[in-house]
């Protein structure tokens, strides 16, 4: 079996971990079938990269290269800025790939398009896929389905017709399931598979070691966030939280592991509470020093608003780590009870707070934790994926020689 995946998230030099689990997945598919990765990079020209420094190093991508053992393609497409453009860059990113998939048709003759995001990507692949008579399967991982199709009408007009044309339709969670069959109006059948985790880079390790390694106090409550530093994610409720818990005479520390827009906002935050001496402000880390801090912590603490399926919850449980989080997403699929962690409501930082003094009092089984986060593995996510691809291709098949008999 021969799959293309189409994804604009995939890491490159200058941004190891941008859409690394996608990577990840496809790592482990290469281990069952051929895969040949194309992620198409904005255009940069350089009155963009004085405005946008993102824009600076997507220039620095080559067209092509491998990347731990798998062929990956770095097209470039027009990408017009701003919430308006969206929509009209799904279109430039159609037409800027479609000669590169027509020309590594003759040289990969793949049988399958797996597109990661329903917009662009989704929507380009269905309109590829149809040109070329070859199946189509879609993830969608959150914003393009939470986010994305509620900022402008066009957005929503694009993302519903890549609903509609694209063969085979999968998420990350059952909420994100829900709210796609919500958004489309033909009600149709959407796989859920979860995201995964790699065991070999997050697991247990001595919490005394972890913290001296690290520079943290040893006497200390610890909480870690590692993620994106956005508003999204419910930060501003977590330091009202933190401030909360101080309160109570509870002697903590609070490591915000990640970068982001709302690092500045939530530094003017922690200066009105005065929580200079209990928030530290890692910044962006390597993905391996992630597990380092999670096992440091006493708690993993995730508040988003909305999510997909957030790597960060299935990295707490490989290293053994509770977590207090919201119930949006995935996560309560993951956080099944409160031998996990404890979910509480998004935007209310009295209940975080409350949470988090209960968490730090209790006694957690770390063993258990483990146990649970090993049922979420890349391969366990692989394994599904060639399950799903077979019936789609024989499904396919089965219509082509229908169609070709009529």
Not at 74 to 80: E, G, T, V
Not at 129 to 149: F, M, W
Not at 195 to 202: A, E, Q, S, W, Y
Request: with cysteine.
């Amino acid at each position: 079996m021969r799959v293309l995946i189409l994804s604009h998230m995939y890491p490159y030099a200058l941004e190891p971990t941008f859409g690394l689990f996608v990577h990840d997945q496809v790592k482990e598919l290469t281990k069952r079938c051929d895969v040949v990765t194309v992620s198409p990079t904005p255009l940069s020209p350089r009155v963009v990269r004085r405005l946008k420094p993102r824009w600076a190093r997507y220039a620095s991508k080559p067209r092509q290269t491998k990347l731990e053992g798998i062929q990956v393609h770095y097209p470039r497409y027009l990408n017009i800025p701003g919430q308006r453009g969206f929509p009209l860059s799904a279109f430039f990113y159609t037409w800027a790939i479609r000669g590169l998939l027509l020309k590594l048709r003759d040289t990969f003759d793949f049988d399958l398009v797996h597109a990661h995001a329903i917009c662009p990507d989704g929507f380009a692949a269905a309109q590829i896929g149809r040109r070329l008579g070859t199946p189509v399967v879609c993830t969608i991982h959150g914003a393009d389905i939470n986010v994305y199709p509620h900022r402008t009408r066009l957005t929503r007009l694009v993302t519903r017709k890549a609903l509609s044309s694209v063969g085979t339709v999968i998420t990350v969670s059952a909420e994100l399931k829900e709210r796609t069959l919500a958004l489309e109006a033909p009600r149709r059948e959407i796989r859920v598979i979860p995201n995964g985790v790699d065991l070999r880079k997050f697991a247990p390790m001595d919490q005394g070691q972890a913290r001296a390694e690290l520079g943290l106090s040893d006497d200390k409550a610890i909480f870690v966030y590692a993620s994106r530093l956005d508003e999204a994610k419910g930060l501003s409720y977590l330091l009202a939280a933190l401030k909360r818990v101080l309160n109570h005479n509870t002697d903590c520390l609070l490591a915000l592991v990640g970068d982001g827009p709302y690092r500045l906002q939530l530094e003017r935050q922690v200066a009105q509470l005065d929580l200079h001496n209990h928030v530290v402000f890692a910044g962006f880390r390597p993905h391996a020093e992630i597990a380092k801090w999670m096992s440091a912590c006493d708690l993993v603490v995730h508040p988003s608003l909305t999510e997909g399926s957030p790597l960060p919850i299935y990295e707490a449980l490989a290293c053994g780590r509770p977590t207090i989080a919201s119930p949006v997403g995935g996560i309560p699929d993951l956080i099944t009870c409160d031998d996990y962690g404890l979910l509480v409501p998004p935007a209310d930082a009295e209940a975080l707070g409350e949470a988090l003094l209960s968490g730090i009092h209790r006694q957690w089984d770390h063993d258990r934790i483990r146990s649970h986060g090993e049922e979420y593995t890349w391969g366990h996510v692989a394994d599904q994926l060639i399950s799903l691809y077979e019936e789609v291709l024989a499904s396919h098949c089965e219509s082509s020689a229908t169609h070709a008999a009529v």
